[in-house]
């Protein structure tokens, strides 16, 4: 078999391989090209031993909210 041929073969299999885990991503079976949501392992127990974790969840929320409004070019106008 040819070098070219068996180049497009492996290059085929692996798009194949790429579409199918955009699809099983798309039915929420994987997590391929996102991040998986994150887990707050000590929630409440934390909470209760240091009262200011829940500010900085929220700060933290607060500034994931914040930048994705920066990268989509919502917010202020001028900017």
Same mark, same amino acid.
């Given at each position: 078999?040819? $070098?070219?041929? =068996?180049?497009?073969?492996v #290059?085929?299999?692996?798009?194949?391989?790429?579409?199918?885990?955009?699809? %099983? /991503?798309?039915?929420?079976?994987?997590?391929?090209?996102?991040?998986?949501?994150?887990?707050? $392992?000590?929630? =409440?127990?934390?909470?209760? #031993?240091?009262?200011?974790?829940?500010?900085?969840?929220?700060?933290?929320? %607060? /500034?994931?909210?914040r930048?994705?409004?920066?990268?989509?070019?919502?917010g202020?106008?001028?900017?």
């Amino acid at each position: 078999m040819d $070098t070219a041929a =068996i180049v497009a073969v492996v #290059v085929a299999a692996l798009y194949g391989l790429h579409r199918l885990a955009l699809y %099983a /991503e798309s039915r929420g079976w994987i997590y391929y090209r996102t991040r998986p949501p994150r887990v707050r $392992t000590l929630g =409440i127990l934390e909470e209760l #031993v240091d009262p200011s974790v829940e500010y900085r969840v929220e700060e933290q929320a %607060a /500034e994931a909210i914040r930048a994705d409004a920066d990268e989509s070019g919502e917010g202020a106008p001028g900017r």
